[in-house]
T-cell receptor, first 112, second 110 residues
Framework: DTAVSQTPKYLVTQMGNDKSIKCEQN?????MYWYKQDSKKFLKIMFS???????INETVPNRFSPKSPDKAHLNLHINSLELGDSAVYFC???????????FGPGTRLTVL | TQLLEQSPQFLSIQEGENLTVYCNSS?????LQWYRQEPGEGPVLLVT???GGEVKKLKRLTFQFGDARKDSSLHITAAQPGDTGLYLC??????????WGAGTKLIIKP
């Protein structure tokens, strides 16, 4: 059973398109995150949700919009994709108040 | 701004050798975690250290939290090719947010 799953695994698209990445966790965790990992492997927090409410919103272009329909899901929608958006995006989850995070397998986004 | 610096950034050694990677900051953390990330996968938690001076062992891996809770080290004894990966440290600040290091890419050659 996959604990944190993301779809799709790979996403190749043209500049200017709109795309979504989905994330689901079956761990019963209250908190979910989106991270961006660039080509130098630096992991940068983008958003954090606790029980469907936004609690961290780092300096991210407003073209990125997270949506949490329930506490097991946190999706990421990206409008007007740019070349610089190419990266691996990771979803993660943790119990509320705990530091340990459980990561999904990542979505490699390539913008052409 | 809190920063976590990892060193070295890259390390390539022969199987059987020992190595140590470091995670340093000028800030105090309530806890510190080490993760390992393999190609094409997400980071996986290895250990959490909480108390200053704490030492934890995971088979051939030894993790230490500095006395002042500002730094940590990971020592691997008799490295094996299966230890290859990106090692990331992450410190929890007073708001329980994680501050991530940039990672140490480790390659163990057979």
């Amino acid at each position: 059973d996959t604990a944190v799953s993301q779809t799709p695994k790979y996403l190749v698209t043209q500049m200017g398109n709109d795309k979504s990445i989905k994330c689901e966790q079956n761990l019963g965790h209250d908190t979910m995150y989106w991270y961006k990992q660039d080509s130098k492997k630096f992991l940068k927090i983008m958003f954090s949700y606790n029980n469907k409410e936004l609690i961290i919103n780092e300096t991210v272009p407003n073209r990125f919009s997270p949506k949490s329909p329930d506490k097991a899901h946190l999706n990421l929608h990206i409008n007007s994709l740019e070349l610089g958006d190419s990266a691996v995006y990771f979803c993660a989850s943790s119990p509320w108040g705990a530091n340990e995070q459980f990561f999904g397998p990542g979505t490699r986004l390539t913008v052409l | 701004t809190q920063l976590l610096e990892q060193s070295p950034q890259f390390l390539s050694i022969q199987e059987g050798e020992n190595l140590t990677v470091y995670c340093n900051s000028s800030s105090v953390f309530s806890s510190l975690q080490w993760y390992r990330q393999e190609p094409g996968e997400g980071p996986v938690l290895l250990v959490t250290v909480v108390t200053g001076g704490e030492v934890k062992k995971l088979k051939r891996l030894t993790f230490q939290f500095g006395d002042a809770r500002k730094d940590s080290s990971l020592h691997i004894t008799a490295a094996q090719p299966g230890d290859t990966g990106l090692y990331l440290c992450a410190g929890a600040d007073s708001n329980y947010q994680l501050i991530w290091g940039a990672g140490t890419k480790l390659i163990i050659k057979p």
